[in-house]
């Protein structure tokens, strides 16, 4: 039934379990920041329409959390059934962040389930906003954590290999790798950048069915402004990103960019294909511009693809992973400095049907550009599971069954998946948000934009 080998069919399901997980831990890492922002922007100005927010993207966040939960217990369990080799080899060396990563988890469950239990319980509404920190904390420290064993990967260090026997572990140095500074850095501002377009799109959505309230309008306006903002952090990541590669991953760099010859002032080469020959055709070039995204000079040297091994060379293919990432980052930096400039001007419409058009495809955009950055990173690591030390067909299992495991979890995917959207719908769509603030706040309830 299965004709591929272990390893591939080890591969397939990795990514799919990865790419699964990657939605939910997006929104995780980003939703909380969210929640903190509605509610303090709720409590400053005294403004119900914020603080509902903050209540109903807390309920909606719960059932995120609790699929996030079984896909990330389904990456430890696979960890070990699919990549044994790897997890004698390398388990020892970052079992430290595996383990704080679960330590931050659950002091992030801890503290949203007291907060989600204590609203309308304090005098002061700014304590039950201060539960919320908590919460931001958990999560971001799990986003740092497990991205530092990804970092790891792709820059492994405090450990000496003798023979197959690991000795000399460092743990603290394992962890802050040299990757994991500008990989946290880009994995926790993608995420607050894509948590706040998902929910701008769903603002965005509502708007365009005419469902005009205040309550909307004012969701629209606070996820947009956090879409700029975190969209500029996550450009900065970018580029740092892209300086780190040109040091310690210089072959992944060169993959993505179609860069084949070490030379000065490196043209940086956007969109286009490739012909039998490997040549680029179609493509946009821009003079020097991959030797400035690389250092910062437009005439430094930058190494090509003809120093790198062929049998360690990534798949060429990944250009379009990063032409894709990038394209959607800038997409949504503009549609975001749009709507803030029609907003700014009082003759402009930010309410226009086509910039709403724009703003409610954010939120899809940006969780393909969290995708199309992971197929990014980890292809562009092959043939390496830990780069220098272990290929990817040694670090896989020998064992027969793992296509049957590949069935059962697509299935297990399906069902979580039916089971989060029949959650979220029972949880809003028999409680709409003007309900809910006609019941919660009776004298805000039918006000209206001009009223």
């Keep these: 039934m299965f004709d591929l080998d272990s ?18 831990a997006t929104l995780g890492v980003g939703i909380p920041v969210m929640i903190s922002i509605a509610e303090f922007i709720g409590i400053k100005k005294k403004d119900p329409h914020y603080t509902l927010l903050a209540r109903r993207w807390t309920r909606g966040f719960t059932i995120t959390v609790a699929v996030g939960v079984v896909t990330g217990t389904a990456i430890g369990l696979q960890l070990s059934l699919l990549w044994p080799s790897f997890m004698q080899l390398a388990g020892k060396v970052i079992a430290l962040p595996l383990f704080m990563e679960t330590f931050a988890f659950f002091f992030e469950a801890i503290f949203l389930g007291i907060y989600l239990y204590t609203w309308d319980r304090f005098k002061n509404p700014m304590y039950h906003w201060l539960l919320s920190i908590p919460v931001v904390i958990g999560s971001t420290l799990s986003a740092f954590f497990i991205t530092s064993v990804n970092g790891f990967l792709n820059t492994p260090q405090g450990f000496e290999l003798e023979g197959d026997t690991v000795t000399s572990i460092q743990p603290l140095a394992a962890m802050f790798n040299p990757a994991t500074p500008t990989k946290v ?13 998902v929910l701008a799109t769903i603002a965005a959505i509502y708007l365009l069915k005419k469902k005009n309230t205040l309550y909307h309008m004012k969701a629209l306006k ?11 952090a996550t450009a900065i990541a970018g580029d740092l990103s892209a300086k780190f590669l040109a040091k310690e991953q210089p072959e992944k760099l060169a993959a993505g960019e179609w860069h084949f010859e070490t030379e000065e002032g490196a043209d940086l080469v956007v969109f286009g294909t490739l012909n039998e020959n490997q040549e680029v055709e179609n493509a946009i070039r821009i003079p020097n511009g991959l030797s400035f995204l690389a250092y910062g000079d437009f005439n430094a040297e930058v190494t090509g693809l003809d120093q790198i091994p062929d049998d360690e060379e990534p798949p060429l293919w990944i250009h379009y992973m990063f032409d894709l990432m990038v394209t959607i980052g800038f997409f949504t930096l503009g549609v975001s400095l749009m709507y803030l400039v029609f907003w700014k001007v009082k003759k402009w ?10 703003i409610a495809s954010l939120g899809p955009l940006s969780m393909a550009a969290v995708e199309f950055g992971w197929v990014f990173a980890e292809l562009g690591r092959q043939p390496w599971i830990l780069r220098g030390f272990m290929t990817v067909s040694e670090g896989a299992t020998t064992s027969p069954y793992v296509g049957w495991m590949l069935i059962l ?29 006609e019941h919660r706040y009776p004298e805000v309830a039918a006000t209206k934009e001009g009223n």
Excluded: Q
């Excluded at 390893?7 to 939910?24: E, K, W």
């Excluded at 039916?418 to 719908?425: D, H, Q, T």
């Design 185 to 197: 850095f880009h994995v926790v501002s993608t995420s607050y950048l894509t948590a706040a377009a």
């Design 349 to 358: 419409n930010e309410y226009h049907p086509l910039l709403l058009w724009g």
């Design 222 to 232: 606070v996820t947009v402004v956090s879409v700029f903002i975190f969209a500029i």
């Design 7 to 24: 390893a591939t069919l080890s591969r397939m399901l990795t990514a799919l379990t990865l790419g699964y997980h990657a939605i939910f």
């Design 409 to 437: 979890f697509i299935g297990l995917y399906i069902v979580l998946s039916i089971g989060c959207v029949i959650a979220l719908r029972k949880i809003f769509k028999g409680n709409p948000a003007e309900h809910e603030l």
